[in-house]
């Protein structure tokens, strides 16, 4: 199992810019991506940012240009930097994992999350 541990979440204010941390624990070294989604209330969950174990990132549009993913491979944690933040972003952001699982002669996804953090953007 992978246990991810979140920090960061809080109240800022609207052009403000906010640092979220996870930390991966238990079976991290097999991990294969680490990110964010976020759910908005009455809104489904979405896509923040993710990055792979080879650096390759992928933004949602609608986070382009402002927030940055980075990730440190030895220390299992990734960070994300919220910049320009606007009262859209407004939601509860949580820590995404995944990693390879062997099913019969081929392999699939197996993805974990954490319990989340608020993230609150007052205007």
């Known amino acids: 199992q992978v246990h991810l541990a979140e920090s960061g979440g809080g109240l800022v204010q609207a052009g403000g810019s906010l640092t979220l941390s996870c930390v991966a624990s238990?079976?991290?070294?097999?991990?294969?991506?680490l990110g964010w989604y976020r759910q908005a209330p009455e809104k489904q969950r979405e896509l923040v940012a993710t990055?792979?174990?080879?650096?390759?990132?992928n933004y949602s549009d609608s986070v382009k240009g402002r927030f940055i993913i980075s990730r440190d491979n030895a220390k299992d944690m990734v960070t994300l930097q919220m910049n320009s933040l606007k009262a859209e972003d407004t939601a509860v952001y949580y820590c995404?994992?995944?990693?390879?699982?062997?099913?019969?002669?081929?392999?699939?996804?197996?993805?974990?999350w954490g319990q989340g953090t608020q993230v609150t953007v007052s205007s």
């Open positions: 995404y994992a995944d990693r390879w699982l062997r099913a019969g002669p081929s392999q699939i996804l197996y993805d974990y």
């Open positions: 238990g079976n991290s070294f097999s991990i294969h991506a």
């Open positions: 990055i792979t174990s080879g650096g390759n990132t």
